[in-house]
Every structure is written in C-alpha cells, then in structure tokens.
C-alpha cells in the first residue's frame, strides 16, 4: 500500500507540475489581467472545470460523506439546495457580472465595489475581512488530503508531511502561470474527481446488498427531516451556502473568464452537470458506507454521534477498499483540495495587489510575493488541526454574508459611499460576534447576519446625501 501510495502521488505530483508549467507557453506572467484571470480568455469548458474543482473541494468527500454517513439523507438535499441557487445565480445575476467585467476590466470581486462606491479605505477592509474569513475554509483543504495519506499509509506518511506536499502542489500550480495554471490543473483534477468517486460507489454497490437501505431506514437516515434536520439546523447549514457564488471571491472571480456568451453558457452548463453528479455519489458514499457497517461488511469505527469523528468516515472507509481504489481516492480528495487552495491564494493575492491602496503600481510584484506567504500561513493553521471540515467551511461562509448587499448593490447600481462604509462595519461586526459569541436566535444566526446587513445597507442608502 504504501509502496503504491508513493507512486501515484508522485505520477499525480508530476502531472500537475508538468501541466503547469507547460501551461506558461500560453501565459503572459508580465501582465497581471493574464496572471490573474487569464485575460478573460477561457473556454467554456475550462471555465466550467475551475469553477468546479474550485466549489467543490476537501468538503466533498471530506465533509459531506462523513455528514451523510452520521445524519442521512438530508444532508442530500443540504448539498443540492446550494447547487440550485448557485446556478440560478450564475444564470441571472452572473451574466451581469460577465458583462460588467468585460466593459469594465474588472480583475477582482473587490475592484466591482471600489469602482462602484468609490472608497479605497473601505475596500481595502473588504479585502482583509475576506482574508480573514477565508482561513479556516482554505485550511481545511489542506488538512483533509493530509488525513488521508496518513491514514492510508499507516501513519509511514506523518500528517506534517503530507500537509508539506499538498502545500507545494498549490505553491507550484499557482504561482508558475496564475489563473491559467491553476484552471488547467483545474479541469485535470477535476476529471480524477468524478472518475475516482464513480468508482469508490461501484465498489460500495458491489460490496453493500440494497437490503441496506432498510437498516438506514430503520435509524431514520432516509428521512430528510428527522432528528438532525430539522428546519433551523437545515436553514444554517444552508443559507451560508446558497449566496456562496456572490460573497465568497474565489468563486465570484471566476464569472469574469470565459471568452464570450456562448463560453460562459457552457461554464454553466457544464459546472451543473459536475455538481449534480459529484454531490450524488459524495452522498451515496457515505449512506453505502453506513449501510454497510450497520450490516456488519464494512468496518468504520466512528460514533456517527460525535461530530469531531465524522471527519473520520472516509479515511476508515477506504481502509476497507482495495488499495488502488483507496490511493486513487485519496488523490481525488488531494486533487480537490489543492484545487481550491490555490483558487483562494490566487484571488486573495490579486484583491490584495489590486484592491489595496498604495500597492497597486507594483501589484503584480506583491501578487507574486503573497503567493508563497499566503501558502505558509495555510500550512501552519492547517497545522493546528482544527473542527469538523463542515463547520468551519458553514463559518467561513457565515463571515463572508454581509457582504452579500454590498455585492449586489454594486451590480446593480444600487447605494451610496454612505451604506457602502456603514454596512462594512456593521455587518462584520455582526457576522464576528454571531460566530464567537453564538447566542441564542429564534431563527438561524446565518439569517440575522444578512437581515442585520441588508437593514444597514438599505437604511441608510434612503438617507439624504451631502452634495459634493
């Protein structure tokens, strides 16, 4: 096992160091639109593969199979709620965003709200509330890859190390060409995705008889609304999630590359078909699994009561597996991991280059720089182990929601400096205290946050403005 472990490892590791590196022929590293977003100048297909691989990560396999395995199906229709909104986003708002982005030359989310409010100092909060927010997400990315190689070597490969690695694929796949780089080893990982979780379902189907679905309906796994689903729990799981194409950047940037009308058709097309298909079999992983322990054929010895163990679901699970399956799943859960890591040190390095008040004239230099920092810095909270890989990406996403009125303000004219700078306050203030303090709501905190933001926003966009 691990002799094999090593060897795809070091195939998947070439590959994408080969992709990337072969992918600067066609790269223009001098100019920042090109590093950051590839001149606006993907293929539909391209353009779906990155938006994909970069949504879709560690939380799939990760996070979502080990919720499905302890909670059911609900977590089903969790995960699809968020795919229906992000497409309807992507069909009605997002092709304003497109043509906004190519009128204007946009290269980041923030450079939108600069342009469209016209305050430097409260976009460049914008820009380091989003660093921030986006820590415990992008480190769990890291984190989950980890887990697995160790797990599945036996510990032989020691979760530093395997942090290490997958800290040096995104380093290599980001910085070598920017944005193109990172979408061409996007649509490659993207594939080993899809394929290896088809076939870690086909081995379950094989293994787990369907009188399994009787043992899950027994423990009320196969009730979308039972015990753990109820409707608040359901609502703060998802609410975070179905604004998550227009206030998390890694995502909202991508809107602005495909190539023309017909290519951003297709990205959208394509990323539907991606997430439909890959929420699918992520669910279908962990129900088989917990089928199959419940029948005796699978041994994963996780108390489906303890969340601090669900992290745990596929790890265990795919030492059941047989050990090409295990390794080229666990390059899977690599593959998306790295994916979106290096999606979000891309943009967080180019909104810091370009959105940041005195940085802009040498941004592509400073872009470059962050590229290396920001990579460390995941390493070393990745490092500290943190919480179940679905809280802290529902927390990440619950931070970025108040930004959600001053996004959609900007694209469609609506608002003023004055709701701009009070709602970049008020809703932070808001979203930090609901996370930290976590008091008691009557409804999910997730909406107080956007209703405590949107209030502001549209409060004091009706306020009378002083004539310049």
Not at 255 to 276: N, Q
Not at 358 to 377: N, Q, S, Y
């Amino acid at each position: 096992m691990i002799g094999l472990a090593a060897l795809i490892i070091a195939v998947y590791v070439a590959v994408v160091t080969s992709v990337s590196l072969y992918s600067r022929r066609y790269a223009n590293v001098r100019d920042p639109v090109d590093y950051f977003i590839a001149g606006h100048r993907l293929s539909g297909f391209v353009s779906a593969m990155t938006y994909a691989a970069t949504t879709y990560s560690a939380f799939m396999l990760i996070g979502l199979t080990g919720l499905s395995y302890a909670t059911g199906v609900g977590a089903l229709a969790f995960e699809v709620s968020y795919l229906v909104f992000t497409v309807a986003i992507l069909a009605l708002i997002g092709t304003r965003v497109w043509e906004l982005s190519r009128a204007r030359g946009y290269v980041t989310p923030t450079q939108l709200l600069g342009e469209r409010y016209g305050v430097k100092l409260a976009t460049a909060f914008i820009v380091v509330y989003t660093l921030i927010a986006l820590i415990p997400y992008s480190a769990i990315q890291i984190l989950g890859p980890a887990t697995i190689l160790s797990s599945i070597t036996g510990g032989v490969i020691e979760v530093p190390v395997a942090l290490a690695i997958a800290a040096a694929v995104v380093l290599v796949s980001t910085y070598t060409a920017g944005f193109r780089s990172v979408a061409w080893t996007d649509a490659i990982q993207g594939a080993v995705m899809i394929s290896s979780t088809l076939a870690l379902v086909l081995w379950l189907t094989a293994v787990v008889p369907p009188q399994a679905f009787n043992e899950l309906a027994a423990k009320d796994l196969l009730n979308p609304s039972n015990s753990f689903w109820t409707p608040y729990t359901f609502f703060a799981y998802t609410i975070p999630w179905i604004f998550f194409a227009l206030t998390n950047p890694q995502v909202f940037q991508r809107i602005y590359v495909p190539r023309d009308r017909g290519a951003y058709a297709r990205m959208v097309f394509f990323f539907t078909v991606f997430g439909l298909a890959y929420t699918i079999l992520s669910v279908m992983v962990g129900l088989l699994a917990r089928g199959g322990v419940e029948l005796g054929l699978i041994k994963v010895s996780v108390n489906p009561v303890n969340q601090a163990e669900w992290n745990l679901v596929t790890p265990k699970l795919l030492l059941n597996a047989p050990p090409a399956l295990a390794v080229l799943v666990s390059v899977s859960i690599f593959a998306a991991a790295t994916s979106t890591v290096n999606s979000i040190v891309l943009t967080l390095a180019s909104m810091i280059s370009t959105d940041i008040p005195g940085v802009r004239r040498r941004g592509l230099a400073v872009g470059k720089l962050l590229i290396p920092v920001f990579t460390a810095l995941l390493y070393l909270f990745s490092y500290l182990r943190p919480g179940f890989v679905v809280n802290l990406a529902v927390t990440s996403s619950t931070l970025l929601l108040p930004l959600l009125p001053l996004y959609i303000g900007a694209i469609y004219g609506y608002g003023c400096k004055t709701s701009f700078i009070a709602t970049s306050i008020v809703g932070p203030a808001a979203a930090l205290a609901m996370v930290l303090l976590n008091p008691p709501t009557p409804i999910p905190k997730e909406a107080v946050i956007i209703a405590v933001a949107s209030l502001t926003y549209l409060a004091t966009s009706i306020m009378p403005q002083r004539k310049q």
